[in-house]
Each structure stands twice: as structure tokens, then as C-alpha cells.
């Protein structure tokens, strides 16, 4: 009988070569499962930092970005870049539209892009995604996170800390639970199709993303004011579905449900299981909706959350 070894393919960090051996090299994907070994998912280091405010030189159709680091999940799902702003950085807004018809919300993130993985250049940026009316995307990056919101509305003649929503995520320390991740929706959808389950954009109730963890389990609760009173037997579904799906999955398990006709406000929490394979990797939950039947002026939706709890 003799010992079995086999060994690992991704190298030991900070080792050096004895003398006369090859040098040890280390890729940068290596070097990034350093942060992404010690931190769970992604966000800013600390609660913050990289704040959005109005600027601090007189307000203008600018806003402030306080300085700060991030940690942005790479496309691994393993590891993790490192994003610092050194001082404060102001960020033109003019490229909006500062008159709308209509109160409008954009979205802000810290957004990287990597040669390497998709030959869009290096370094990351500020981004604003503008809502034209049907609510704000996300950005075309490697990877990303998202810092809040900025409002826009008729009359407004700058951006003041009152339009201003910070509520990026905070990265937590591997081997302490996370934090819960909350999504709330921000506006209804069209309810322009009927019998098949259909995504909510990103402006309408952003999707929230979190880390598979040890346990490769974690709670989803779903909470919505729901309505289709189309009919005495219509219906109305509001759940969600995983990038990534756990063991079992299915929209039924993950929905509240109205066939009653009025209003009902419904939760539902169940907990999910995912194979040893996928912990550690990042999951992102998409917030989706189904009906029976009717259109806008039948079905709609209220106060729609997810919260995600993820076991130690």
C-alpha cells in the first residue's frame, strides 16, 4: 500500500524558487483568489466608501463619488478584483436627459473591464445606465456592482443627497454568515404576455446576486401585493429564478400566487440546496412574474421583495 497524491492545478501563492529552479510565476486570475478566498460574494470593503453625494463644491447636474475599494467577482467565480479610488472623483451627469417627462431612475456601478476576457480594454470605471422610461440596464462589463440609484425628475435643477439612494452590497469575511441580500422592485411590468413566466428588467426589480456558501445552502424569501381580477379563475404568479439552479428547482417552489380575484399580500421562504460543486460560486436571482390571463389593466403587482439568507 503506498500514500496517494495528486496534485492541484492551480499553484501555492508566494512561493519562490530555491536557487537554481525556474522562477515561480503567477498569473493575475491567480493573485485574485487571494481577496476572493478571504471575502465572501462582492461589494464595497466597507459600508461607505465609494458614496454617491451631491457635489461638495456646489451642487450641479454632477455627483460625488467618495473614495473607497471594491472587490468585483471575476469571471472565474473564484476570484475577485480589486477596485481603489484614491480621493474623491466627480462624475458628469449632462449626458442625461435633465429634463424627462417624467421622474426617471439611473443606476450606478463600479464597473471593470479586462483585455483578457472579453478585449475591451483595462481598469474600471463609473458607470451610469440611464432609464429612458422602461427603467435602467446594466452595464456592458466583465463584471460589475452596483453603488444605488440617481433620480431625475421634471423641474429639477441639480442632483441634490435627497435624489441619491447608496445601497451597494458589503463583502463579509469568509467563515462569517453573510449578510441577508435584499432586492426590492422598483416598478411593475408590462403584464403584455400570459401563460409563460417572464423576467423582470433590471430597472424594475434589480437582481440580486450572492455567494453559494459552505454549506451550499440558502434561504429565498419572496414577498408581493398581488392581483388579476380579469376573471374569477385568473391568476397571478411573482417568483424567481437562478442562474444557477439549485437541487429540485422549480418556479412553483419559488412563487406567491393569487386566484382569488383582489388583492392578496403573499410571502413564501423556502430553502434551497446546491451541489458541493457549486460552492463559492456566485448566483445571481432573477425576479420573474406569470399570469393567467388580462394585461395591465387587470393584473398588478405591490411592494414586491426577495430577500436572500444564506446558511453557514
Do not use: C
Not at 451550499?216 to 379563475?233: C, G, L, P, Q
Request: aromatic residues 10%; charged residues 15%.
Amino acid at each position: 500500500m503506498a500514500d496517494v497524491t495528486v496534485a492541484l492545478d492551480h499553484p501555492v501563492l508566494f512561493q519562490s524558487a530555491a536557487e537554481g529552479d525556474t522562477e515561480i510565476e503567477y498569473s493575475a486570475v491567480q493573485f485574485r483568489a487571494l481577496p476572493g478566498a478571504l471575502f465572501y460574494g462582492q461589494g464595497v470593503a466597507r459600508y461607505g466608501e465609494l458614496r454617491m453625494e451631491q457635489r461638495a463644491a456646489g451642487a450641479n447636474w454632477s455627483v460625488d463619488i467618495l473614495a473607497g475599494r471594491a472587490l468585483v467577482g471575476g469571471p472565474t467565480g473564484y476570484d475577485m478584483y480589486v477596485v481603489v479610488l484614491a480621493e474623491t472623483l466627480n462624475v458628469p451627469l449632462t449626458g442625461l436627459n435633465t429634463e424627462p417627462a417624467a421622474e426617471r431612475t439611473h443606476r450606478v456601478f463600479v464597473a471593470v473591464a479586462d483585455e483578457l476576457v472579453s478585449g475591451t480594454g483595462y481598469g474600471a470605471s463609473i458607470v451610469v445606465t440611464e432609464d429612458t422610461g422602461s427603467g435602467a440596464g446594466e452595464p456592458d462589463a466583465v463584471a460589475f456592482i452596483e453603488l444605488g440609484t440617481i433620480t431625475i425628475a421634471p423641474g429639477q435643477s441639480s442632483i441634490l443627497d435627497a435624489h441619491l439612494d447608496y445601497a451597494p452590497e458589503v463583502v463579509e469575511a469568509a467563515g462569517r454568515p453573510q449578510r441577508p441580500i435584499v432586492s426590492n422592485m422598483v416598478s411593475e411590468p408590462p403584464f403584455d404576455d400570459a401563460d409563460t413566466e417572464v423576467a423582470f428588467t433590471t430597472g424594475a426589480w434589480p437582481r440580486p446576486q450572492f455567494t453559494v456558501p459552505d454549506s451550499a445552502m440558502a434561504w429565498v424569501t419572496v414577498s408581493a401585493r398581488i392581483k388579476n381580477d380579469n376573471s374569477a379563475i385568473s391568476y397571478i404568479y411573482v417568483g424567481y429564478d437562478f442562474n444557477i439552479e439549485p437541487t429540485g428547482f422549480s418556479f412553483l417552489k419559488s412563487a406567491v400566487s393569487n386566484q382569488n380575484g383582489g388583492w392578496i399580500s403573499a410571502t413564501r421562504r423556502y430553502l434551497w440546496t446546491w451541489p458541493a460543486g457549486n460552492i463559492g460560486d456566485i448566483v445571481t436571482v432573477t425576479p420573474t412574474w406569470l399570469i393567467s390571463d388580462g394585461d395591465a389593466a387587470d393584473n398588478a403587482v405591490a411592494y414586491g421583495q426577495i430577500v436572500i439568507e444564506p446558511v453557514p
